[in-house]
């Protein structure tokens, strides 16, 4: 009797072992269908989006699903409502979260996040000129921003997509936060699976998925090749939105209020290899295939912009006297483009080289535009180059203290900042983002007196020959060309392979 008890008890203790020990295992089955979201709700994957949630009683399973903001961004209305920007290149916040918007918002700034950076300068003469020598601090610099400048957003029901819990953007949206990150094609696919593509930024790495049958997914990730204490440069960059759109659309806009310095016109795409003759059109714009679609959708009043056409030229057509001849680039895999530029277009030409955004940063620019008015200028850069090399070098060794005062690393400055400005101006072209900003603010050192609001418009490409001096403005107006050298092919036709909506995961 009694054996038979104790094994009718094991057997009943096995049987509710096993029964709870299930229950264990389907736990997060159970959960996944009472909450889709749960693995999603954590600080670790909202990041300070967390904070925004509803909280709810640990016994409430089945709860709505998480919210996140709402993100927009084309020409007329800005990113979110703002023009200008500030940018790094990695999460400033304490915690920036794994969702792709969430890491885009803690890359994204209202206002400059600030550097503090503990350092000992002692000054010595060598040369005859004064200069300073600096040792950094052990201490990693320290990069304050506002983890919560982004709450005045509007909020939005995620979306599970996957194990992701996403945002939807559009694909104006799309285009827009990809040019002000400087993104570059790496791979593109589009074949029977569907359409997939990767594209490298200055802030990060862009991945863009749409199956057949299924929906479109927008993935972006931090770069794993930097780190903040070890970087040297200042921790953010200044980016404007309608200019970096423009400049993607292949639109220069000169906004000012003298009508004589008035200008906005585009630029045509690249062209098959042959003979062709640039003419300008007048109001040209809104009748042009490439680009004006895009500029129209970003917002932009294409009937406002005038349109530079290249127009066919039969083999046997001689150009006039006073054109001039470029060669450019073809969308053939051999062969060249031969552009012949009237005296007119010639002055339009050099308005446009003279009224090109100022950035820090290098443009995903439209490659047509890039083509000729680099090509365009290239006698007269080519000549200047030695000299402007020569002016970013001496410039770092006779204020080092500016540029510390705008967060260079001090070591940095005074060991190799001169000779790689230099050697980047020398080199004629190339991709990099970062020799970019070395230029750039070593410039705008050199013109501390001007307005830098002033570096937009200036005067140097449409004086006479003989009267373009190395001054302050041809300086700027040569590193704007430097700019364009060093910017990266963008195909701003990118939008036809994606739906007008997309899971930003």
């Keep these: 009797m009694d054996i038979s008890a104790t094994v009718a008890a094991w057997l009943s203790f096995t049987v509710t ?32 989006w967390f904070h925004r949630q509803r909280q709810f009683p640990w016994f409430i399973i089945a709860k709505p699903p998480p919210v996140g903001p709402v993100i927009q961004g084309n020409l007329s209305e800005g990113f979110c409502g703002i023009n200008d920007l500030h940018l ?17 918002l803690a890359i994204f700034h209202v206002r400059e996040p600030t550097l503090s950076r503990a350092i000992t300068v002692d000054v010595g ?113 200044p ?37 062709y003759q640039l003419k300008h059109i ?3 714009f809104p009748g042009a295939h490439g680009s004006r679609h895009l ?52 002055h339009i030409l050099f308005h446009a080289l003279d009224v090109l955004p100022w950035s820090s940063l290098s443009w995903s620019i439209h490659r047509g535009l890039r083509d000729v008015l680099v090509t365009f200028a290239k006698p007269t850069m080519d000549k200047h180059r030695p000299a402007l090399a020569e002016i970013l070098r001496r410039t770092v060794l006779e204020r080092p203290h500016l540029l510390d005062a705008r967060g260079w690393n001090p070591q940095f400055v005074r060991q190799s900042m001169g000779d790689m400005a230099a050697s980047a101006v020398l080199a004629g072209n190339g991709n990099s983002g970062d020799l970019v900003r070395v230029v750039s603010d070593i410039v705008l050192v050199f013109a501390e007196s001007r307005d830098h609001q002033q570096f937009d418009t200036v005067r140097f490409w449409r004086l006479p020959e003989e009267k373009r001096v190395l001054n302050v403005d041809a300086v700027i107006a040569l590193t704007k060309l430097f700019v364009l050298e060093w910017s990266n092919e963008f195909d701003y036709q990118l939008y036809h392979d994606l739906p007008i909506s997309l899971y930003f995961t």
């Design 88 to 104: 790094t290149r990695l999460p400033m916040v304490s915690k920036s979260g794994k969702a792709g918007w969430s890491v885009l």
């Design 295 to 346: 500029y129209n959708m970003m917002g932009g009043k294409v009937y406002e912009v005038d349109f530079l056409l290249a127009s066919k030229l039969g083999d046997s057509l001689a150009p006039q006297p006073d054109e001039i001849e470029l060669v450019l680039p073809s969308t053939g895999k051999s062969g060249t483009v031969s552009m012949f530029i009237g005296l007119q277009e010639q």
């Design 239 to 275: 980016q404007r939105v309608d200019r970096c759109v423009q400049m993607l659309s292949g639109v220069v806009v000169a906004n000012t209020s003298t009508d004589l310095e008035r200008l906005s016109v585009a630029f045509c795409g690249r062209k098959p290899p042959g003979r």
């Design 125 to 237: 003469e060598k040369s005859s000129v004064e200069t300073t020598t600096a040792q950094v601090d052990a201490q990693a610099p320290k990069i304050t921003s506002d983890d919560k400048e982004w709450y005045f957003l509007s909020q939005q029901t995620l979306v599970r997509h996957k194990t992701s819990a996403c945002i939807l953007i559009s694909r104006t949206t799309l285009m827009t936060i990809m040019c002000l990150t400087n993104a570059r094609k790496v791979f593109q696919y589009s074949d029977a699976a569907g359409f997939r593509a990767g594209y490298a930024s200055y802030n990060g790495q862009w991945y863009l998925t749409w199956p057949i049958g299924q929906e479109a997914t927008v993935q972006f990730a931090p770069h794993d090749s930097h780190s903040l204490a070890t970087d040297v440069y200042p921790p953010s960059f």
């Design 282 to 284: 007048k109001n040209g």
């Design 17 to 48: 072992a096993v029964g709870l020990g299930g229950l264990i295992s389907q736990a997060n089955a159970i959960n996944d269908k009472m909450d889709p979201f749960h693995a999603n709700r954590s600080v670790e994957y909202l990041g300070i």
